[in-house]
């Protein structure tokens, strides 16, 4: 019974096409803007993302996303070292700084001073040089994208393009000199501005004169540690704020979905996939089922029951649901690696694939729904009546 | 049939697909981990901070009590020197020009002393014993005269004239004797003692005047006030060594066994500090390297934290109170002026809110 309600299905190829391009064009709409969204977001805390050492975040209670700093005085290293089940903790200075490049132009730049002796905070993922390497003297390591990008070198054939910096290069930053000893990779930053790594005490030269200039204290907790309850002792001996990681990317992307309008652009775009996916899918599987309730309406005389051909409705449904999704799903994806190079954030997480499916899922039902209807109320005697 | 077949196959390809995309992309970060880790606390309940390590005279920036050029360092950096040992020394040769000149006035004095004290003259006297004795001689002669005249009972034959001009001829040898024998008896009498007195101030004075162009010398030969090791030498020959407090100080030296580490504790924890407290002490990028340090004392003033970024209009915000620890340098090839970060065991968090009685209570305990 089952199978020949899946060979109505394929046999109407125009149909079959039709209500899988509707469903396939909800799931491409809804995987892709989610997948886009979702890296988007992601590249608010992708510095959190890429210093993944630290259990947790010490900043000022007031700093409400990552690039939101509010220097301390540098004795509350020392207090939060202070605080029982901290196994350790080290100072990072994050800030920007205007870098001058070699074509004369000022690009602004992200500064992270990591602790001098660990270089806690550095990036993992290194392109050129080694990370120790920032113990030499006035050295620096500069992302892949920033390197090869922004602070690129000038082609001395005019018109050229640009000469990536490479290990040796001077920069200059705020009027201090400074040598590439490292290139890095590690996650763009949402205003994809050039990261540059260097030891805490030469970031503080090298950044503009200011009181504090202590922006994160890191900490690792001791094994076996609640993450919560150290926070609250933190807190508690300090006065400061203390996130997990996880807390402190959820504060960072909570600003950007409260401050900024891209999750109602986004929702907006996911909203329409949905609805047209919806009405499309929808009234071409219901123009389906029109077609086919004679053959519908010959197995309800032939006795068969309103739930064995309420199945089969769903189970038409779902198959050219599965379908759609795989292609749509599919289609997003290919679209998302062939961008992969590119300023494009693009992040397919399995929260979105659910998301996705969950969302044709509702769109199968609905418009199955209406079928349902039509073949419930259907008398088998109007088939005979000609 | 393959065309049947090809949209649910492409669907497939399509699901695997994304699976496999979202598989790679929640791939885990390469892990930043620390190029060494971190020092971690020894103990549960603690305070931390930053120390520097210093001599346990503290640092002596050696000072010179003159501005001169330097002439000669006799010590070396590293060196390990004695109380009293010679440091460096300046320029002399202006006060040793002037220590000759003193020198010969002295000696001049003490021969001045030395002629008044050797008074008489040996050869002096003869002559005027001589006077004496012919003084005497002359009166006895005239004496002898009268008496014969007065022998004569004749008044003619003696004039009374004669006789009176005689006898005065007497009393003017008599007189003559007189005066002989007391130039004899001054020149046996020698110097006038206030003159001597007068030379032997003097004498006493061109000492004093030597002493003084010496101590002068030897204020430019700078010592080892006590036994220690050098730390830096920043003078050579032929500098200048000003007097003065200086940035840089020309020599730095202290005792450097056992060690010291200052800590700084922000005063924020400084309640909880208690004197005699276990510390242990990291050296910065190697927490391998690590030493149990002994509690000395606290400094009983509370300092402004040394800033980071030395701009001269910045105010301080936080003040640190520093504790004193030793530990044998046996234990941590360190050197004085290198950074440790320590943890100093404290109360338990009850224990000690109970008994803090405010931030002056470890300063107080510390002067038990």
Redesign the interface.
């Known amino acids: 019974m089952y199978f020949l309600a899946l060979k109505m299905l394929f046999n109407d190829k125009a149909k079959f096409f039709g209500i899988v391009m509707g469903v396939t064009l909800a799931s491409l709409v809804i995987t892709q803007q989610g997948s886009i969204f979702v890296g988007l977001m992601a590249r608010t805390f992708g510095v959190i993302t890429d210093m993944n050492y630290p259990d947790i975040w010490v900043m000022d209670p007031k700093v409400q996303f990552i690039d939101d700093t509010k220097p301390l005085a540098d004795t509350k290293l020392f207090e939060v070292r202070g605080v029982p089940g901290v196994a350790s903790a080290v100072p990072l200075y994050k800030g920007m700084i205007r870098a001058r490049t070699d074509n004369g132009l000022f690009q602004n730049c992200n500064l992270y001073g990591l602790d001098d002796s660990t270089l806690i905070g550095g990036p993992g993922e290194m392109v050129e040089g080694r990370l120790a390497d920032l113990r030499m003297a006035d050295s620096v390591i500069v992302d892949v994208e920033g390197a090869s990008d922004k602070l690129a070198k000038k082609n001395p054939v005019p018109g050229g393009p640009k000469i990536p910096l490479s290990i040796g290069d001077t920069l200059e930053l705020n009027d201090h000199r400074a040598v590439v000893v490292g290139i890095s990779r590690g996650s763009r930053t949402f205003q994809s501005q050039p990261n540059v790594f260097t030891t805490y005490s030469r970031a503080v030269t090298f950044a503009p004169k200011e009181r504090k200039l202590l922006s994160f204290v890191l900490v690792k907790a001791e094994p076996g540690e609640d993450l919560e309850k150290l926070r609250a002792r933190i807190t508690e001996a300090t006065g400061l704020a203390a996130y997990t990681s996880q807390q402190f990317k959820m504060l960072t992307v909570n600003y950007f979905l409260k401050y900024t309008g891209i999750p109602i652009n986004f929702g907006i775009a996911v909203s329409l996939g949905f609805i047209i996916g919806t009405l499309i899918t929808g009234f071409m599987f219901y123009s389906f089922t029109i077609d086919n309730l004679k053959y519908l309406g010959t197995l309800k005389a032939m006795g068969t029951g309103d739930t064995t051909l309420m199945t089969m409705i769903l189970l038409q449904a779902l198959s050219v649901g599965c379908i759609g999704f795989g292609i749509g799903a599919g289609a997003a994806t290919v679209f998302g690696m062939s961008m992969s190079g590119t300023q494009l954030a693009f992040w397919i997480t399995w929260q979105i694939l659910a998301l996705s499916g969950g969302a044709v899922v509702i769109i199968c039902m609905l418009a199955a729904m209406l079928s349902v209807r039509k073949v419930v109320a259907l008398e088998p005697a109007v088939v005979f009546k000609g | 049939m393959i065309r ?1 077949f090809l ?2 196959f ?6 695997i ?3 496999a ?2 598989v790679r ?2 791939q ?14 020894p103990f ?7 120390g520097i390590i210093e001599a346990n005279s503290e640092n002596i920036a050696i000072g010179t009590p003159v501005g001169e050029t330097v002439e000669k360092v006799a010590v070396k950096v590293g060196d390990d020197v004695q109380a009293g040992d010679v440091l460096f020394v300046l320029d002399t040769r202006d006060q040793e020009s002037q220590l000759a000149v003193r020198k010969a006035e002295l000696e001049a004095a003490r021969q001045s002393l030395k002629r008044l004290e050797s008074m008489p003259r040996s050869e002096e006297i003869p002559p005027a014993v001589a006077r004496v004795e012919a003084a005497r001689a002359t009166m006895e002669d005239l004496q002898n005269q009268v008496a014969i005249m007065e022998r004569v009972q004749d008044p003619r034959a003696r004039s009374e004239e004669e006789m009176s001009r005689r006898r005065f001829a007497v009393l003017v040898a008599k007189g003559r004797l007189d005066e002989a024998e007391a130039a004899l008896a001054l020149l046996k009498a020698g110097a006038w003692k206030p003159e001597i007195e007068v030379a032997k101030a003097q004498v006493r004075a061109a000492e004093a005047n030597v002493n003084q162009i010496q101590t002068e010398i030897d204020r430019r030969v700078i010592r080892a006030p006590i036994a220690g090791r050098v730390l830096q030498v920043k003078i050579r020959p032929g500098e200048f060594a000003s007097a003065g407090m200086l940035a840089t100080p020309l020599i730095l030296m202290g005792a450097v066994e056992p060690l010291h580490v200052r800590v ?3 005063e ?2 400084a309640w ?1 500090v208690r004197a005699g407290a276990k510390a242990e002490g990291y050296l ?2 190697n927490r391998d390297i690590k030493a149990a340090l002994t509690f000395v004392r606290f400094e009983p003033y509370v300092v402004p ?1 040394k800033s ?2 030395g ?1 001269s209009s ?2 301080v ?2 003040r ?1 109170l520093q504790v004193l620890f030793s530990f044998d340098p046996k234990d941590l090839p360190v050197f004085v002026g290198q950074q440790m ?1 320590v ?1 100093i065991q ?1 109360a338990p ?1 009850g224990e000690s809110t109970s008994k803090s009685n405010g931030p002056t209570s470890p300063a107080m305990e510390s002067t038990k």
Do not use: Q
């Not at chain 2, 492409?10 to 699901?15: D, E, Q, R």
């Not at chain 2, 885990?28 to 606390?41: E, G, N, R």
């Not at chain 2, 309940?45 to 930053?50: E, I, L, P």
């Open positions: 049947t949209i649910p492409l669907a497939i390809a399509g699901m697909f994304a699976m995309m979202v992309s929640s885990p970060k390469p892990p930043s981990l620390p190029v060494v880790m971190p020092p971690t606390s549960a309940s603690r305070v931390a901070g930053s700084d504790v922000d924020n924890d909880r910065r990028g934290k980071l970024t701009d910045e105010r915000d936080t640190v970060d943890y404290s968090e």
